[in-house]
C-alpha cells in the first residue's frame, strides 16, 4: 500500500527556516506530479508549490521568492525549503502526489493504478 510521509515541521521565528520532506514509499510504479498545500485555521487548503516529474515547477504568488520545491526521483522524495518565513504561513503542510501503484506484476504483465495520495500533514508555527 502506498503511503505519503511527511516531516521537518515545527515552531520557528518570522524570518526564519525550515525545510520539509515528504517521501513516497509502497509498490510504486512512478511518482509523477508531487505538490505541497497548506490549510491555516478557519481557511481552506490552499496550493503552496507543485513540481513535474521532470522538475518544472508552480508556486503560489504569496510564496514565490521564499519557498522553493525540489524532488529527488530516486528516493521519490519532495522538498520544501521555506525561508524568510512569515506570521502568515503559519498553516498545517500537506504532501500531495499522483502515483501510479503497481497492483500485480509477472514475468510478462504489469498492472498498475493511479492515485492520487495525501500526506497526514505537518504542522508549521511562525512565531516571535
Known amino acids: 500500500q502506498v503511503q505519503l510521509v511527511e516531516s521537518g515541521g515545527g515552531l520557528v521565528q518570522p524570518g526564519g527556516s525550515l525545510r520539509l520532506s515528504c517521501t513516497a514509499s509502497?509498490?510504486?510504479?512512478?511518482?509523477?506530479?508531487m505538490g505541497w498545500y497548506r490549510q491555516a485555521p478557519g481557511k481552506q487548503r490552499e496550493l503552496v508549490a507543485r513540481?513535474?516529474?521532470?522538475?518544472?515547477?508552480d508556486y503560489a504568488d504569496s510564496v514565490k521568492g521564499r519557498l522553493t520545491i525540489s524532488r529527488d526521483n530516486a528516493k521519490n522524495t519532495a522538498y520544501l525549503q521555506m525561508n524568510s518565513l512569515k506570521f502568515e504561513d503559519t498553516a498545517v503542510y500537506y504532501c500531495?502526489?499522483?502515483?501510479?501503484?503497481?497492483?500485480?506484476?509477472?514475468?510478462?504483465?504489469?498492472?498498475?493504478?493511479?492515485?492520487?495520495?495525501w500526506g497526514q500533514g505537518t504542522l508549521v508555527t511562525v512565531s516571535s
Open positions: 500531495n502526489a499522483d502515483v501510479s501503484e503497481i497492483i500485480a506484476s509477472d514475468s510478462d504483465s504489469l498492472e498498475y493504478r493511479n492515485l492520487e495520495m
Open positions: 509502497g509498490s510504486i510504479l512512478n511518482v509523477h506530479a
Open positions: 513540481i513535474t516529474i521532470s522538475g518544472t515547477t
